[in-house]
T-cell receptor, first 114, second 114 residues
Framework: GDSVTQMEGPVTLSEEAFLTINCTYTATGYPSLFWYVQYPGEGLQLLLKATKADDKGSNKGFEATYRKETTSFHLEKGSVQVSDSAVYFCALSDRATSYDKVIFGPGTSLSVIP | NAGVTQTPKFQVLKTGQSMTLQCAQDMNHNSMYWYRQDPGMGLRLIYYSASEGTTDKGEVPNGYNVSRLNKREFSLRLESAAPSQTSVYFC?????????????FGPGTRLTVL
């Protein structure tokens, strides 16, 4: 079945450091790919998405490119801030259902220190 | 526009007690979901409702029941709570129809079963 794998955390970075969180997926069809973010004590919220190969999703300085050849959707940010401290979930959406089935990765916790 | 709301935010139960978690959305979404989030386990789907009048089991339905009261509301019931049900519960909604739509999440209910 479809699945999402992402790098183990926690990840600790200094402010202004470069961030990469790796994500790879397994899917039989042509899924959409998402990054969700969960700030402490809150629910998940969509950070960015890409719906087809070579699409780049971007938001709040974060970017991720849908790479079909490597089945990857790595999250990057050039300069992280303390306010980026959160848990990041890579996810995919399967087309072949009557609802918006989303499969989530296990999450990667990011701590940014001043 | 409140999005997805959940009540209560916190709850402590004794083993064997029952309770209902309430969820409502004001985005006219067709599909609604209940997840639980446990450390190291990521998000796991308990039940979903693809559209008003339908409900289906997700990955971990045992010990839970749901009701799609109307298009806006989707409740989760624990008939006889067990310590293994200590978790954070999230309700989510989406447009539905399997078009790779994002899910919108509520703030969560933190449940402890003693």
């Amino acid at each position: 079945g479809d699945s999402v794998t992402q790098m183990e955390g926690p990840v600790t970075l200094s402010e202004e450091a470069f961030l990469t969180i790796n994500c790879t997926y397994t899917a039989t069809g042509y899924p959409s790919l998402f990054w969700y973010v969960q700030y402490p004590g809150e629910g998940l919220q969509l950070l960015l998405k890409a719906t087809k190969a070579d699409d780049k999703g971007s938001n709040k300085g974060f970017e991720a490119t849908y790479r079909k050849e490597t089945t990857s959707f790595h999250l990057e940010k050039g300069s992280v801030q303390v306010s980026d401290s959160a848990v990041y979930f890579c996810a995919l959406s399967d087309r072949a259902t009557s609802y918006d089935k989303v499969i989530f990765g296990p999450g990667t916790s990011l701590s940014v220190i001043p | 526009n409140a999005g997805v709301t959940q009540t209560p935010k916190f709850q402590v139960l004794k083993t064997g007690q029952s309770m209902t978690l309430q969820c409502a959305q004001d985005m006219n979404h067709n599909s609604m979901y209940w997840y639980r989030q446990d450390p190291g386990m990521g998000l796991r789907l308990i039940y979903y409702s693809a559209s008003e009048g339908t409900t289906d089991k997700g990955e971990v339905p045992n010990g839970y029941n749901v009701s799609r009261l109307n298009k806006r509301e989707f409740s989760l019931r624990l008939e006889s709570a067990a310590p293994s049900q200590t978790s954070v519960y999230f309700c989510a909604s989406s447009s539905g129809g399997g078009s790779h739509n994002e899910q919108f999440f509520g703030p969560g209910t933190r449940l402890t079963v003693l």
